[in-house]
């Protein structure tokens, strides 16, 4: 009996379906719409089979119950530490399966092995290998291209709400104290600021700001304002690709 199946690797399903051959599998919904009477030394099972919609009940006199793999403690914390995602079952979740399998969303850091999701030793150590290359090449030059299009805070307009922190996906925006002389007085206050090398240009804080403190560089408010300010009077013009 199981819940949920997850095969890693072509070994895995190779496996599975040899095993399909002598073994059957049934597959519940929840633990709850299982029972299990021990009887004279016998196992009474009934459930209910999710595809046929069936109550299934038989006696056996040998029961092994198989423990699932969980993502280990602390995984939520680090998560929000970082800002990387995690899945429906709580490991990480890389940023893209197929052209990003061990990278998160968030550059520099990567991922490998049971951080990810259950897997096989084999798996675990080629995808380590992968991460640790990964890294590598991060290191052995030294420094990394950040975007041309990143967010600018006007510190003027910011108020230090801290909303635009909630929904940055890549931790690019901190709060600084800074002070300003306000005539006899020295006030301290709380402002937004973003990392350049950080920032990946989402766009993300720049709908979140309230008082329309964030803009993008080359994509400016005034700009796009002004680019569908023209479109009417933009004759429509035929590319031809060569
Ligand atoms: S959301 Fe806008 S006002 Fe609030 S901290 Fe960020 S930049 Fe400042
Ligand atoms: S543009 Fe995106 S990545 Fe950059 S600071 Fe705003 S939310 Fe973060």
Redo the contacts with the bound molecule.
Sequence with gaps: MYREFQLSDLNAENLWRGLRKKVTYERYRSIDDIKIINENENFHISYKNVNAQTKIEYNTDLLILATPKIPADGTEQLAKLLKVATNIDGFFLEADAKLRPIDFATEGIFLCGGAHWPKWIGESITQAYGAAGRAAIIMVKGEIETECI??YINEEKCIGCAK?IE????N??ELIDINKEMGLYNISLRKAR?VNAV????????VECSVGAIDQNHFSKFQINKMIDLLPSLDIIDYEFV
């Excluded at 929904?167 to 890549?170: A, F, S, T």
């Excluded at 920032?199 to 720049?206: D, E, I, P, S, Y």
């Design positions: 990143t967010s635009c929904v940055c996906p890549y690019a925006i973003i920032c990946k240009g989402c766009g993300a804080c720049v």
